[in-house]
């Protein structure tokens, strides 16, 4: 069976990551091609019919799914209009910009949550199979010493429209709601679930006319005594290098943020493990034949699905409301909160 989808959101990550992934895959029919925006359209419609509007898409009813690369502060709206259609969702994280925003998502009822697939692409990539094996297999020792760099959206001057856009997204709120669902569900995905508590935080703003603190980070405790020091930052001139590194007695993996090129250090020396093809294909590739398979009924249930969403953007609020708390404290830390997992069917209140 083909699916037919259509992809609404014709900016950076959907013209560039989405389009192409649909086009490449031959079980996938492009249905349509939807952004208010007439000169974002004309970039797109030669590849597709093209719409302003997603409701008048919604009124074809040979339309299975819908990809959505939306700005998270009309996703979650979308998502509740498109699932209430009968239709399934791969919806762009951050599902919406806040766990209040995200109200709408919280009320969809079961039939209509499992229709939705979020966008956390990069939990399908190899690499991170393959890191998740080695420290289920004791390979580099526990407790782990995690680090993350996560430094990206660069101010370049050529690029005045970028600079734009994501000065506008820093409005909505600190690089980490933005970048810290990727990396929550990287680290929960490979240290055997969601942190235990966010112990502090801090952020700051490299320059005074931005809206919101570029620069921030926290540190939090997972599963089995891992520590992880994470620190997101968008918008500087020059960025520091974006990597991951993975500390124990017995090893030390370095993971490159871009490409998720892996460095395994031993006491039998280094391993290097490099994926073909390039990361952002690889996984835009494998999360689309996961949708795919949910939409024509081959697959159950989502990967990720929207608690998974749901639990990334919390955390990634939470540790933004700590960062901002420590900025206030002017150089003193805040004090330890436990990571609730609230957005999850179970989850237990916080521990004071
Ligand atoms: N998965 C990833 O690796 C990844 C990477 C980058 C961005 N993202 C996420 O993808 C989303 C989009 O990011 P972007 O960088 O492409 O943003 P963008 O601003 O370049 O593009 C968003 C597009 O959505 C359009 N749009 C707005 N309202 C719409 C509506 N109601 N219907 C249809 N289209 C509408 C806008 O006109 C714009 O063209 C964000 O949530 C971002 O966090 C994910």
């Given at each position: 069976m083909t699916a037919a989808l259509a992809l609404a959101g014709l900016g950076d990550i959907g013209l560039h990551a989405h389009l192409p992934a649909l086009l490449r895959n031959p079980a996938v029919r492009v249905a349509g091609l939807v952004d208010p925006d007439p000169d974002r359209r004309a970039l797109a419609a030669a590849n597709g019919p093209a719409y302003a509007d997603l409701a008048a898409l919604l009124d074809d009813r040979t339309v299975h799914g819908v990809v959505l690369a939306t700005p998270p502060w009309v996703t979650s709206e979308l998502i509740a209009t498109v699932t209430g259609t009968g239709r399934f969702v791969l919806a762009e994280k951050p599902v919406a910009t806040s766990t209040r925003a995200a109200s709408v998502l919280r009320d969809l009822p079961p039939a209509h949550r499992r229709r939705v697939q979020v966008g956390l692409t990069y939990r399908h990539d190899p690499a991170l199979e393959l890191l998740r094996e080695w420290i289920a297999d004791g390979v580099?020792?526990?407790?782990l010493l995690v680090r993350a760099h996560i430094h990206d959206e660069r101010r370049d001057a050529a690029l005045p429209e970028h600079t734009r856009r994501i000065e506008t997204t820093l409005a909505h709120g600190m690089p980490v709601l933005h970048e810290g669902a990727h990396v929550f569900d990287w680290l929960a995905f490979l240290l055997?679930?969601?942190?235990?508590?966010?112990?502090d935080g801090w952020s700051l703003r490299t320059?005074?006319?931005?809206?919101?603190?570029?620069q921030c980070g926290a540190r939090l405790r997972y599963p089995r005594g891992a520590v992880a020091l994470v620190e997101f930052g968008w918008l500087t001139g020059a960025l520091p290098r974006c990597e991951l590194s993975f500390l124990g007695d017995r090893g030390h993996v370095l993971l490159?943020?871009?490409?998720?090129a892996m460095e395994l250090h031993t006491a039998d020396g280094v391993e290097r493990v490099d994926f073909e093809p390039d990361r952002a294909t690889r996984c835009f590739d494998r999360q689309l034949t996961r949708f795919v398979e949910l939409v024509t009924g081959v697959?159950?249930?989502?990967?990720?699905d929207l608690d998974d969403g749901l639990g990334a953007l919390e955390l990634s609020e939470r540790v933004a409301g700590i960062a901002e708390e420590g900025a206030r404290g002017e150089g003193t830390v805040s004090p330890a909160r436990k990571?609730?997992?609230?957005?999850?069917?179970g989850a237990r209140g916080r521990t004071p």
């Amino acid at each position: 069976m083909t699916a037919a989808l259509a992809l609404a959101g014709l900016g950076d990550i959907g013209l560039h990551a989405h389009l192409p992934a649909l086009l490449r895959n031959p079980a996938v029919r492009v249905a349509g091609l939807v952004d208010p925006d007439p000169d974002r359209r004309a970039l797109a419609a030669a590849n597709g019919p093209a719409y302003a509007d997603l409701a008048a898409l919604l009124d074809d009813r040979t339309v299975h799914g819908v990809v959505l690369a939306t700005p998270p502060w009309v996703t979650s709206e979308l998502i509740a209009t498109v699932t209430g259609t009968g239709r399934f969702v791969l919806a762009e994280k951050p599902v919406a910009t806040s766990t209040r925003a995200a109200s709408v998502l919280r009320d969809l009822p079961p039939a209509h949550r499992r229709r939705v697939q979020v966008g956390l692409t990069y939990r399908h990539d190899p690499a991170l199979e393959l890191l998740r094996e080695w420290i289920a297999d004791g390979v580099l020792g526990e407790p782990l010493l995690v680090r993350a760099h996560i430094h990206d959206e660069r101010r370049d001057a050529a690029l005045p429209e970028h600079t734009r856009r994501i000065e506008t997204t820093l409005a909505h709120g600190m690089p980490v709601l933005h970048e810290g669902a990727h990396v929550f569900d990287w680290l929960a995905f490979l240290l055997g679930g969601p942190p235990l508590s966010v112990e502090d935080g801090w952020s700051l703003r490299t320059r005074r006319d931005l809206a919101a603190p570029n620069q921030c980070g926290a540190r939090l405790r997972y599963p089995r005594g891992a520590v992880a020091l994470v620190e997101f930052g968008w918008l500087t001139g020059a960025l520091p290098r974006c990597e991951l590194s993975f500390l124990g007695d017995r090893g030390h993996v370095l993971l490159d943020g871009r490409t998720f090129a892996m460095e395994l250090h031993t006491a039998d020396g280094v391993e290097r493990v490099d994926f073909e093809p390039d990361r952002a294909t690889r996984c835009f590739d494998r999360q689309l034949t996961r949708f795919v398979e949910l939409v024509t009924g081959v697959r159950e249930a989502p990967e990720p699905d929207l608690d998974d969403g749901l639990g990334a953007l919390e955390l990634s609020e939470r540790v933004a409301g700590i960062a901002e708390e420590g900025a206030r404290g002017e150089g003193t830390v805040s004090p330890a909160r436990k990571y609730t997992g609230a957005g999850r069917p179970g989850a237990r209140g916080r521990t004071p």
